[in-house]
C-alpha cells in the first residue's frame, strides 16, 4: 500500500484534533505548555528589553562618553590633558544635602553642574509638577531645578525659595530627567540641580566631606582612547575611568540579579509544566491506543501512525505556543508597569527573539516530556482490535528521563541560568521531595487500618488516594510547594522587617548627623543637649581606601567581584577613637596600649570584612587619605551589631594616627516626635551639616521592599498557574477510572451527593496535606533565614496553620470542579461502552 503524505498525514491529524477538542487531556495539554511558553517569554522579554536599553543608552547613563569619577577634585593636569586633544568637558560634583524651609526638611541629593552638562542626552524639565516636560536648558546661577516630589514633601512650589547650605536659591522648573541619574547613590532621594557657580557659596563642600566629583568627556572614540591611556597611570587611587560598559554597574547588577531570580521561578514554572504535559500526553497516549490499532488495520504504517499523532501534537504545541508567547508579551508590560520606578525610562520593544525563544522552550518541552508515552503509540499491534489487554511494548526507562533530562538542559542553557545554583537547588528540592514523598507515602499505608472503621464516603475518598498513592504523593508535593512559596512571601513581606524592627533598642537613633565641620563641633554638641537629645558621641571621619596589605596591592589579593573587591572599589569611612565603641565585641586580638614611639599605629577592622579582605592579626595596611599615604598594624578584629542604628565603621583607626588630617564628625540621635520644627532650626543653624531622618529611609525601604515583592508575586502565579496543571493533568489521567468507578457505584444505588461528598474528602484531605508540608517547610526555611541570614531571634508562626485550611479549599474546589465529568456521565452509556 502506498504510503500516505505529510500532508495528507497533517490534513487528518488536524481533523481529528478539532474532533478531540474538547477532551480534558487536549485542554490541559494545551494550558501547560500555554503557561510554560508565556513564563520563559515573559522572563526573555524582561532580560532582552533590558539588555537592549543598557546598550543603547550606556553612555546616556553616564552623561558623556568617558568619565573621571573621584571623591576628590581632578587635578589640572589631567584636565589639560583631555582639553589639548579637543574633548568636550563638562564637570559635575554631587552630595547629599538636607534642603530646609519654613515648611520642614527634606534630605536630597544635590548635583551642582557647569552649563556644558551633559554631554550625551539632556534634561528635561516642566514648567509645573505633571505638566509637559520640555528638553534642553539648565539652571542659571542662583537658581535650581527640583524633583516634583520635592515640591509635595515640603509643599512648595515653583518660585519658591530653598536653602542649600549658606545659599537661597529660587526654583524655577521642575526637574523630570537626568540621563546620568540610573544607579546613583542617592537616587532614592529627591534631586535637585543647581548651578556649578553657586556651589562655593553653599559651604556644604568642606575639606573631608563625601562628595563625588565628575569630570565628563566626549570625543571620538581613538580620542578618547589616548586620553584614557594618557591619564590613567597617574590616577590616583580614589579616581576611576567609566565608560558605557561600566558606568552602569550598579543598576545593571541589580536588575542582572533580578533576572536571574526571575528565571529560577520561570524553571519552576516550566518543570511544573512539563510534569503537566507527562501526565497529560501519557492519558493522551492511552487513550488512543484503540485509534492506533484501528488504523493500523486500516492499512497505516507503525511510522504514519505515529507520525499522525506526532503531527496532532505539534500542532497543539504550536497554538498553545502562539498563545503563550502572545501572554508572555502582555504580561511581560504589566511586569515592568510594577518596576517603572526602578528602571530606565525608554527601553526599547526587545524585538521578536524573547517570543520565539518562548515558543522553543514550549515545544522543546513538549518534545522531551510527551514524545516518551507517544512512541508508545507507534507499537500499539492491531491484534489490540480484538483483545483490548494487548499493549504496546513500553519505552525503555533510559529513553524516558533521557529525552526529558536533555530537554531541562536546553532549556536551562537558554535561560543562561547559574548552572552551580541550579543543580543545587535542583538536588536540594529533588532529596527534599524523595524525603518529604516517601513519610506521604508511608502517611497514606497507614491509613488503610482506619478504613475499615471510617464511613462510606471517608472510604471512597481515601480509597481513591490509596488506590493511586504515587499519584497523590506528587500533586501533595507540587501544590505544597506553591503554597510554600505564598508563605515565604508572606514572611518576607510583612513579618521579618517588622520582628527586624522590633529588635530596635527603646528610643533608638531616629536621625543621622554627617559633615559635622570640626568648628561646628563643639556648637552641634552643646545645640543637641539643649534639645535635650540622647546623641551617641561625635565621631571623627575621614573617607579613604585601602591599597595594599602587607606591601602587595589589593588588587592582586582579592579575587573580583567578591565582597573583598567591593570593599576597596570605594572609599571607607575611616575613624579613630580611643573605647571600643557601644554594639561593637572583640572576636580577636587586643584593643590599643600605647604604643612606642616609631611603632606602626594599630587599626581594629571589623570581622567580616577582614575575612573578605584575607587579613589575620599583625597585617600591615597601606591607606591613601586626603592624597597622602598612612600605614598600619590590624591589631583586633570586632564583631558589629549593625542593628542599633548608632555610627559603625569598619577601620577604627588608634588615636594619634589621623588627627592631622581634615575630618569631619559623625553622630546619631534620638529626638521624641513632635520636635520638627527644633530640627529645621538645627538645620539652619548648621547649613554644612546633613541630618538624615531614618525614619523616611525606612519608609523608603517599605516601598522598596513592597515594589520588588509585588513583581515576586507576579511571576509566582506563572508557578501557582503551572501547580494547577498539574492538578488537572493529575486528574485527568485518573478521570477514565473515576467515571467507570461511578458509574459502577450509582448503578449499584450510589446517589449523587455521595460521591460528592467523596471527592471533597478525597482532594480536601490532599489539599490539607499539602498545606501542611508547606507549613513545615515554611517553618524550616524561616529558621534557617533568621539564625543564618538575617541574624534575628526566631519564633514559630502559629498563622502557618492556615496553610493546611488554605490548601484544603484551593485543592479540594479544583478537584471537585475537574472531576465534575465523573459525576455528570450516564451510568448506563458509561457501561455500556465498557
Known amino acids: 500500500m502506498a504510503r500516505l503524505p505529510l500532508l495528507r498525514l497533517l490534513s487528518l491529524a488536524v481533523r481529528q484534533l478539532l474532533r478531540d477538542a474538547r477532551a480534558g487531556e487536549l485542554r490541559v495539554l494545551f494550558f501547560a505548555l500555554l503557561v510554560a511558553v508565556a513564563a520563559s517569554t515573559a522572563i526573555g522579554y524582561f532580560g532582552a528589553r533590558l539588555n537592549g536599553a543598557m546598550l543603547l543608552r550606556a553612555t546616556e547613563f553616564l552623561g558623556a562618553d568617558l568619565v573621571l569619577d573621584g571623591s576628590s577634585p581632578a587635578r589640572e593636569e589631567q584636565i589639560k590633558v583631555g582639553t589639548d586633544l579637543g574633548l568636550k568637558h563638562a564637570r559635575v560634583v554631587e552630595f547629599a544635602s538636607v534642603i530646609a524651609t519654613d515648611n520642614g526638611i527634606q534630605l536630597s541629593s544635590i548635583k551642582a553642574a557647569d552649563d556644558a552638562y551633559p554631554l550625551r542626552g539632556e534634561l528635561k524639565s516642566a514648567p509645573q509638577p505633571y505638566a509637559e516636560e520640555q528638553p534642553g536648558g539648565g539652571p542659571r546661577p542662583g537658581e535650581a531645578w527640583a524633583e516634583a516630589r520635592l515640591l509635595t514633601a515640603l509643599n512648595l512650589k515653583v518660585g519658591d525659595e530653598i536653602d542649600v547650605g549658606s545659599k537661597t536659591v529660587r526654583i524655577t522648573r521642575v526637574l523630570t530627567y537626568e540621563p546620568d541619574r540610573a544607579g546613583n547613590l542617592y537616587s532614592l532621594t529627591p534631586r535637585v540641580l543647581i548651578n556649578l557657580d553657586d556651589l562655593a557659596a553653599t559651604g556644604i563642600v568642606q575639606p573631608g566631606s563625601r562628595v563625588t566629583y565628575r569630570e565628563l568627556w566626549r570625543g571620538e572614540a581613538p580620542v578618547l582612547e589616548a586620553y584614557r591611556q594618557s591619564i590613567k597611570p597617574g590616577l590616583d587611587p580614589n579616581q576611576r575611568l567609566l565608560d558605557g560598559r561600566d558606568g552602569n ?8 540579579k533580578a533576572e536571574r531570580y526571575l528565571n529560577m521561578a520561570s524553571l519552576v514554572a516550566v518543570l511544573l509544566s512539563g510534569v503537566a504535559v507527562a501526565l497529560s500526553a501519557t492519558r493522551f497516549a492511552n487513550r488512543r491506543f484503540d485509534a492506533s490499532a484501528l488504523l493500523r488495520c486500516l492499512g497505516l504504517s507503525r511510522r504514519e501512525t505515529l507520525w499522525l499523532f506526532t503531527l496532532q501534537l505539534a500542532v497543539l504545541g504550536l497554538l498553545a505556543s502562539l498563545a503563550g508567547a502572545l501572554l508572555g508579551w502582555l504580561a511581560q508590560l504589566g511586569l515592568f508597569a510594577l518596576l517603572h520606578d526602578l528602571l530606565p525610562a525608554d527601553v526599547p520593544p526587545g524585538g521578536l527573539m524573547p517570543a520565539i525563544a518562548g515558543m522553543g522552550t514550549g515545544l522543546v518541552a513538549l518534545a522531551g516530556f510527551a514524545l516518551p508515552p507517544l512512541a508508545a503509540l507507534g507499537r500499539v499491534p492491531p491484534l489490540r482490535v480484538l483483545r483490548r489487554d494487548m499493549l504496546p511494548i513500553p519505552a525503555s526507562t533510559w529513553t524516558v528521563y533521557g529525552a526529558a533530562l536533555l530537554a531541562l538542559g536546553l532549556i536551562m542553557w537558554r535561560m543562561s541560568l547559574d548552572l552551580v545554583l541550579t543543580f543545587a537547588l535542583l538536588g536540594g528540592g529533588v532529596i527534599a521531595a524523595l524525603v518529604l514523598g516517601g513519610i506521604l507515602l508511608l502517611g497514606l499505608q497507614s491509613l488503610r487500618r482506619l478504613l475499615a472503621r471510617a464511613s462510606l464516603p471517608w472510604r471512597l475518598g481515601l480509597g481513591q488516594l490509596l488506590r493511586h498513592p504515587l499519584a497523590a504523593a506528587g500533586q501533595a508535593l507540587a501544590f505544597g510547594l506553591i503554597l510554600l512559596s505564598m508563605a515565604l512571601i508572606a514572611l518576607l513581606r510583612g513579618e521579618l522587617l517588622d520582628t527586624w524592627q522590633n529588635q530596635l533598642p527603646k528610643n533608638a537613633p531616629n536621625y543621622f548627623a554627617l559633615n559635622i565641620l570640626p568648628a561646628d563641633k563643639d556648637a552641634f554638641g552643646a545645640h543637641l543637649m539643649t534639645l535635650q537629645a540622647q546623641a551617641a558621641p561625635l565621631y571623627p571621619v575621614i573617607p579613604g581606601r585601602l591599597i595594599s596589605i602587607n606591601g602587595e596591592p589589593v588588587q592582586d589579593i582579592v579575587s573580583k567581584d567578591s565582597s573583598g573587591d567591593k570593599a576597596i572599589q570605594r572609599d571607607l569611612s575611616l575613624t579613630w577613637a580611643a573605647n571600643l565603641p557601644a554594639g561593637n565585641e572583640l572576636t580577636a586580638g587586643t584593643w590599643w596600649t600605647q604604643a612606642p614611639a616609631g611603632d606602626v599605629p594599630g587599626v581594629s577592622v571589623e570581622a567580616k570584612v577582614a575575612e573578605s579582605l584575607k587579613l589575620k592579626l599583625g597585617d600591615h595596611l597601606t591607606f591613601t587619605v586626603a592624597g597622602v599615604n598612612r600605614e598600619a598594624r590590624v591589631t583586633s578584629l570586632r564583631s558589629i551589631n549593625w542593628d542599633n542604628f548608632q555610627p559603625n565603621f569598619f577601620m577604627i583607626f588608634q588615636p594619634g594616627t589621623l588627627q592631622d588630617l581634615p575630618a569631619t564628625y559623625l553622630t546619631s540621635f534620638y529626638l521624641a516626635p513632635g520636635h520638627d520644627k527644633e530640627i529645621i532650626e538645627l538645620s539652619r543653624s548648621f547649613p554644612a551639616v546633613t541630618i538624615l531622618p531614618i525614619e523616611a529611609l525606612l519608609e523608603q525601604l517599605r516601598s522598596i521592599l ?45 446517589e449523587r451527593q455521595l460521591l460528592v461528598k467523596a471527592r471533597r474528602i478525597e482532594f480536601g484531605l490532599l489539599g490539607a496535606t499539602s498545606g501542611l508540608l508547606a507549613a513545615l517547610g515554611a517553618e524550616l526555611v524561616s529558621l534557617v533565614l533568621y539564625r543564618f541570614a538575617f541574624d534575628l531571634p526566631w519564633s514559630p508562626h502559629p498563622w502557618l496553620l492556615l496553610l493546611p485550611v488554605l490548601g484544603a479549599l484551593m485543592v479540594g474546589g479544583a478537584g471537585v470542579f475537574g472531576t465534575r465529568r465523573a459525576l455528570n456521565a450516564s451510568p448506563l452509556t458509561v457501561l455500556r461502552e465498557g
Not at 486528574?731 to 477510572?737: G, M, N, P, R, V
Open 706 to 750: 513592597a515594589q520588588v515583592t509585588i513583581a515576586v508575586e507576579y511571576v509566582l502565579l506563572f508557578v501557582l498557574a503551572a501547580g494547577m496543571a498539574v492538578l488537572f493533568s493529575g486528574l485527568q489521567s485518573t478521570l477514565d477510572e473515576r467515571i467507570r468507578q461511578g458509574a459502577l457505584l450509582r448503578a449499584l444505588g450510589a
Open 249 to 256: 554597574r550598579q543598576i545593571g547588577g541589580a536588575l542582572g
